[in-house]
């Protein structure tokens, strides 16, 4: 018996989210043997707890199919819902009293790592309940930072857009070369330093700027980052120093708690801002030269120009050329040797049925 399947985005949008939900409906849509219909949920799972949802089916017929997979945003919407940690919370039974509505086999959700809390939650509630329902998370989030995935979907734009804009920021910089000057870049990271690492890529020579890159990997001392700002002032006199936002002493404590209390958002995370303005004004105390501070807000990774590469491999499926069951929908889009519609990924050469 068919059953239906749905995809829903939830946190904040990449730069190739959407090219991740063209993966899945196309898929689907290609698995007319097994699917019967492919839902979007509008706003995430906030959205189907209020049977907000939309049939995918009529966005490949008008062609908008294929503008969604090159259009950054959350297409379908998205939402930062906490599901209970009692998965005996009403919540449970009510959702699958819709998946059960809505004859829901296949339920994929795009996002980070709030997304797959909510994917974990909804697979072991499934499993006290003895559901058939599969339950699939696909990975979403500039950070990089998702337990046993070797990269994120995300990751590549917003670290291409990091390493542009450090680039530019060193020009700037440059341009008072008579002076010392210290400029300071926060980059989105809370416990991961990826995005910030990145930086690296600014560099066009060995002692180039960003001179000092900062993770929240390390903990960070602040008499230690004086004195490296001192030594690199002997080759380097306009520094950049890149900081992730989450850098920390090592004992739990982040940096920008030191200026001032953080609050909460609705998942627990401490909201962090402040770290480079922190250190503007301790450097600016401490060794009294001109120091600015730059906060590069994730709004800018999120929406920063897809890297073309990046987007051609997010959640691409490829068919075998060995396949020939599968094959509901004759795709002139595709060669023959991909239109077998049973899924694997790019490092296999043949599907799992012809390995």
Known sequence: MKKNAIVGQSGGPTAVINASLYG???????REDVIGTIYGMINGIEGFLNENMMDMK???????????????GSYLGSCRYKLPEDLTDAVYPQLFEKFEKYNIGYFFYIGGN???????????YAE???????????????????????????????????????????????????????????IMGRHAGWLAAASVLARKFEGDNPVLIYLPE??????????????????????????????????GKFVCELASDVGVDTFGHKMLTGSGKYLENLVKDRLGV?????????LFFRYALCDRRERSN????????????????????????????????????????HL
């Open 218 to 251: 390390v903990a960070f001392d602040q008499e230690q980052f004086l004195a490296d700002v001192q030594k690199a002032f002997e080759h380097t006199s306009n520094l950049v120093v890149c900081i992730s936002e989450g850098i920390n002493d090592g004992n």
């Open 290 to 298: 001109k120091v600015r501070s730059i906060e590069q807000p994730a």
């Open 58 to 72: 009529p966005f490949e017929v008008n062609g908008e199919l294929e503008l969604i997979k090159t259009t950054p």
């Open 128 to 186: 006290t309940v003895n559901s058939e329902i599969r339950f699939i998370g696909i990975p979403k989030t500039i950070d990089n930072d998702l337990v046993l995935t070797d990269h994120t979907p995300g990751f590549g734009s917003a670290a291409k857009y990091v390493a542009s804009t450090v680039r530019e920021i060193a020009i700037d910089a440059s341009v008072y070369d008579n002076k010392k000057s210290v400029t300071i870049v926060e």
């Open 24 to 30: 899945v409906v196309y898929e689907a849509l290609n």
């Open 314 to 353: 997010r959640f691409r499926f490829f068919r075998c050329a060995d396949c020939t069951e599968g094959n509901n929908r004759n795709d002139d889009r595709l060669p023959p040797y991909r239109r077998c519609g049973l899924p694997h990924y790019l490092r296999s050469g043949r599907c799992k049925s």
């Open 114 to 124: 709030d997304s797959m809390d909510t994917v974990s939650k909804l697979s072991r």
